[in-house]
């Protein structure tokens, strides 16, 4: 498999959006497709991206697209994608984060509005909210479509910010509306996409239209704040030149634009100091339970209690140098410049430790806004799953004993499916090759991986170079196979593209794709 993905990178082909190879034996036939009794263990993180396929995979009424039904397989995930679907987890949720930016708002009897288009909605709502389903007592969420009529989003880098913007000053312009949230997704999207005029116009559109929320703001007589959960473009290239289209481990602006200006902020913070900072200026007591504190400092006088607030989440705009590696400095950015100069800004550490994840990891678009809204710092689930690396229970975690068990006593295979990268928010290799290893430890007959690329943080092919890592484990454990490969445009999707999850469906279940022959 690796080798046949050398070939495809010399036909022009990317991880992001590789269609199906698939393993075939001497015969043809494809090796290792999911069939039914079989165990499955979709071992990626995060969650929201994994839905559509675990679903097409696991619920006998799925009726999004011709599906074989019942399966009947054993299936684990490795966190909680959802509390609909029928699978064991391996590491179940923690209770909902209490007392966080948008639960005080609304216990104070304020109406909240947060806008943003389908790309961000699970981070404005669930995310932000300390991973709650439902809208909170006073609180509305705008969700603007996301365009249709695009394959990739540098064809259309503005994406469908003009409607999250009209969105946006319809509240703003209506003063029953107490605490406004508007992210614009631009930024982090397009900058995952290998194409450099598209990200700067991804900016430019965000900094514009930050602009026309800012003085529509004004003119309200409202504070605002400019912020961001993560970076991305600011560090688009690797020293030898290479694109790099993952997040960053930059910090990221805090701007506050108040009609005060009695007072400066904190040079530097984290982003579990945002919600305090917000609390402050509404004149709201943040909860105990904040770690946080607020950043404004040297107060020359008392400023009133502010009844409305907008908050802009500039996804992925992070704080970089000003070399040709920073796309953010290279676009023209006036506003955000001018807001910079003008107005008391700090700078928010927006990875690693700072939002719960291990040191010297990037941050994310889940944990930045998980931050923004707690108030305090959250450990990631990545986190909590090393350290059961690290101590060993992670072999005796009970969901993935029983299905690799169940693989065992019936003499059905074990297909491990997930990302396959050492950097993704998705998931990790390390937590596959524990599985793997577990699977040998159990004593599973046979072994297949369905591996899923996307280059976001990684050097250009290093696709090939993990699958050759993973070949090279089930040499040395003299159990599996890598079965097939596909990008992750295909397999994870939260915008109920289904074609596209059609595509891994049948390349899993019928072995469609392109034949790799079995040596």
């Not at 999004?64 to 995930?77: G, Q």
């Not at 932000?128 to 249709?148: C, H, Q, S, Y």
């Not at 982003?271 to 770690?291: C, F, R």
Request: proline letters at 5%; glycine letters at 8%; a negative charge.
């Amino acid at each position: 498999m690796s080798e046949a993905l050398r070939r495809a990178y010399a036909l022009g082909k990317e991880d992001e959006t590789l269609t199906p190879l698939v393993l075939n034996d001497k015969g043809g036939y494809p090796v290792g497709r999911i069939s039914k009794g079989d165990s499955v263990i979709f071992y990626n993180i995060r969650g929201e991206r994994e839905i559509q396929l675990t679903r097409a995979l696991t619920d006998d009424n799925f009726d999004e697209f011709p599906v074989d039904k019942p399966l009947n397989l054993n299936f684990a995930t490795m966190i909680e994608y959802h509390k609909s679907l029928n699978v064991q987890v391996a590491f179940p949720p923690e209770d909902a984060i209490q007392d966080t930016l948008s639960d005080i708002i609304s216990q104070n009897n304020l109406r909240q509005v947060k806008i943003t288009e389908a790309e961000k909605a699970v981070h404005i709502s669930f995310f932000l909210n300390g991973k709650k389903d439902n809208a909170l007592p006073g609180e509305e969420i705008i969700v603007v479509p996301t365009r249709k009529d695009v394959s990739l989003f540098d064809e259309a880098p503005e994406m469908s910010i003009e409607g999250i913007t009209k969105a946006a000053l319809e509240k703003i312009n209506d003063e029953n509306y107490h605490f406004i949230v508007v992210n614009l997704p631009n930024v982090d999207v397009v900058a995952h996409i290998e194409n450099d005029k598209a990200v700067i116009k991804a900016i430019e559109a965000v900094d514009r239209h930050a602009g026309i929320l800012v003085d529509a703001a004004r003119k309200q007589g409202i504070p605002a704040i400019v912020t961001a959960d993560h970076g991305t473009a600011e560090k688009w290239r690797y020293p030898d030149g290479a694109v790099d289209t993952g997040h960053t481990n930059s910090p990221v602006p805090l701007i506050l634009i108040h009609p005060e200006k009695k007072f400066s902020l904190c040079p530097k913070g984290e982003l579990a100091e945002v919600a305090p900072t917000i609390l402050n200026i509404m004149g709201l007591h943040p909860s105990p339970l904040m770690s946080g504190s607020s950043l404004i400092e040297n107060k020359t006088g008392s400023f009133p209690r502010a009844r409305r607030l907008l908050l802009i989440i500039l996804d992925g705009w992070g704080l970089g140098d000003e070399n040709n590696s920073n796309l953010i400095w290279l676009a023209r950015t006036p506003v955000i410049d001018s807001l910079m100069k003008n107005y008391p800004s700090s700078k928010l550490d927006a990875s690693g430790e700072s939002v719960g994840l291990p040191s010297g990891t990037v941050g994310n678009s889940e944990a930045g806004h998980l931050h923004i809204g707690a108030g305090r710092r959250i450990y990631s689930d990545r986190l909590k799953i090393d350290r059961t690396i690290e101590d060993k229970s992670f072999y005796q975690n009970r969901a993935f004993l029983s299905v690799m068990r169940k693989a065992h006593e019936t003499n059905c295979a074990l297909h491990l499916m997930g990302i396959v990268s050492f950097f993704s928010s998705h998931g990790s290799i390390n937590h596959l090759f524990t599985l793997m290893e577990m699977a040998k430890k159990e004593q599973v007959p046979q072994m297949f991986i369905h591996a899923m690329l996307g280059r976001r943080g990684e050097l250009p092919e290093s696709g090939a170079l993990y699958i050759k890592k993973v070949e090279e484990k089930t040499l040395e454990l003299e159990l599996g196979k890598v079965a097939s490969v596909i990008g992750r445009y295909w397999s994870l999707d939260r915008e109920e593209n289904w074609d596209r999850i059609e595509k891994t469906y049948r390349m899993l279940i019928y072995g469609e794709g392109e034949k790799i022959p079995d040596i």
